[in-house]
């Protein structure tokens, strides 16, 4: 839940069988959460200045620093607790990503992929952690960086691996199919590949996240808003309940946020090891 | 009676059947298929995640239109 959210709620006094008849459209939170105020501004054009977002960038940032720090320090042949975790980890995503999707080759990528996967699941993460409470990825800026990072290699590798010509061809036009059709499926296969699949890489976190922090943003105002222990008597009693159905309701669906957030960093580095993947085996 | 609101949220509401019904039989013939073969379940797992990812964007897209629009 935004700042402006909690002060809005918390500011104007507006409850459930209040005085002033308050409706909750008043409170609820909307997009104006995904834009906080700059903390310090440039006066550059087309900047937004230094916001939550990039302190929270920072702190993800360190968090991914720390957890190889502390778990790495001390590497032994034999691992320690804290080292089998994240050889757990590293080992988790080569089986089940990296082998699966780009096979033996697929290991020289294997640590780009731990590390994509680490950094995008901490920047999700900011969204439940207390006091901080927004994902970095609910701005599109942050995972469409990650996903043109990923779509110039995807290309490079393919035009490294198979000449740019071998790369382009094998990426449109689709392998068994008849000649005379070809001029319908190459346009659909370059808006495909080309334009769609980084639009909607970058947009899945995205949206996620967006929809995931909205969601919990409503049960937390909406939970505010419904306790109204001034209303007196068997009203009170009724907000209270109210009120607290909503809290069960946010903590069940922060839980649940938690593994949508790992989810959909599986499914980027899924995607991400995917798309490599094609570039890798050329045409098919 | 008046009704007041964005009638985006309910082409949303009509954009979202689409996926769920993909997301649902991703997931279903996914779980027939590990249970008809349990010994595929990992190699099924991948393709049941990207299948699921897919399909998911495009109930997401609808979101972000929802909005953008």
Known sequence: MSDEAIHAAAGEDCHLFGDNNCGFEEVAPGVEAFFPDPILEFGLPLTAGITKYTLLLVVSVLLVMGFWYITTRKSAVVPGRLQSVAEMLVTFIRDQVTRQQMGKEGDKYLPLMVTLFLFLFSMNVMGIIPGLQLPVTSHIAFPAALAVYVYVMWNAIGIKRHGVAGHFVARVVPGGAPKWILPLLVPIEIAQNFIARPVTHALRPFAAMLSGHLLLAVFAVGGWYMLNLGAGGFLSVLSVGYSGIALVAFIVFTGFELFIMALQAYVFIMLASSYLGEALEGAH | ?69
């Open chain 2, 1 to 69: 009676m008046d009704i007041e609101g964005n009638l985006n949220l309910i082409g949303y509401g009509l954009a979202a059947i689409g996926p769920g019904i993909g997301v649902g039989l991703i997931f279903g013939l996914g779980v027939q298929a590990i249970a008809r073969q349990p010994e595929a379940r990992g190699m099924l797992q991948g393709q049941m995640l990207i299948g699921f990812a897919l399909t998911e964007v495009l109930a997401l897209i609808g979101l972000v239109l929802a909005f953008v629009l």
